[in-house]
T-cell receptor
């Protein structure tokens, strides 16, 4: 079975400071990993993904994430947070060996960036 | 990328009635999914909508309560039947074009059952 954990319900950061949102996963094979962001009253927006290759992946809006196989982690990072980054962030995993192609989501982390 | 349109965006319904949510994708997609989300919470997969065949339901969800149609590669509907206040939630449609790609999401349907 595949699973995702986001250990922090909320992350508070001052504008201009680095932002990190943590994610760990469990999957039987090599994972496909994704980050999504959700703004109030909106659907999920795709930020970035790791499929294979370079462990550091870059995505939309200045976000990046680092895949660490030994720690089974895929933390989301942004060097300098903006107030507009305040939103709900979801990490998700898919096991490519399973034909169902189902995504399993973490519980979500609310990010609050203060001016 | 795919653009997904969901209708309605929100509705308030009486208990015991049914609501059908439509999901239209602007291009052909391989897979379509329906999720449920309580505001501020994580997403729970209801079912995979299979083109031309019965949907594949997750544990805890049944066809009689959540019938799904997918007549072609760009369109799907989810019906919430015989609604109760416990069905109040956000329902999200999702689609993907292949195994290597990310999934895209509609803006969601916020359902309130009174």
């Amino acid at each position: 079975a595949q699973s995702v954990a986001q250990p922090e319900d909320q992350v508070n950061v001052a504008e201009g400071n680095p932002l990190t949102v943590k994610c760990t996963y469990s999957v039987s094979g090599n994972p496909y990993l994704f980050w999504y962001v959700q703004y109030p009253n909106r659907g999920l927006q795709f930020l970035l993904k790791y499929i294979t290759g370079d462990n550091l992946v870059k995505g939309s809006y200045g976000f990046e994430a680092e895949f660490n196989k030994s720690q089974t982690s895929f933390h989301l990072k942004k060097p300098s947070a903006l107030v507009s980054d305040s939103a709900l962030y979801f990490c998700a995993v898919r096991d490519p060996t399973r034909s169902s192609n189902k995504l399993t989501f973490g519980g979500g982390t609310r990010v609050l960036v203060k001016p | 990328s795919a653009v997904i349109s969901q209708k309605p965006s929100r509705d308030i319904c009486q208990r015991g009635t049914s609501l059908t949510i439509q999901c239209q994708v602007d291009s052909q997609v391989t897979m379509m999914f329906w999720y449920r989300q309580q505001p501020g919470q994580s997403l729970t997969l209801i079912a995979t909508a299979n083109q031309g065949s019965e949907a594949t339901y997750e544990s805890g969800f049944v066809i009689d309560k959540f019938p799904i149609s997918r007549p072609n590669l760009t369109f799907s509907t989810l019906t919430v039947s015989n609604m109760s206040p416990e069905d109040s939630s956000i329902y999200l449609c999702s689609a993907m074009t292949g195994g290597y790609t990310e999934a895209f999401f509609g803006q969601g349907t916020r359902l309130t059952v009174v």
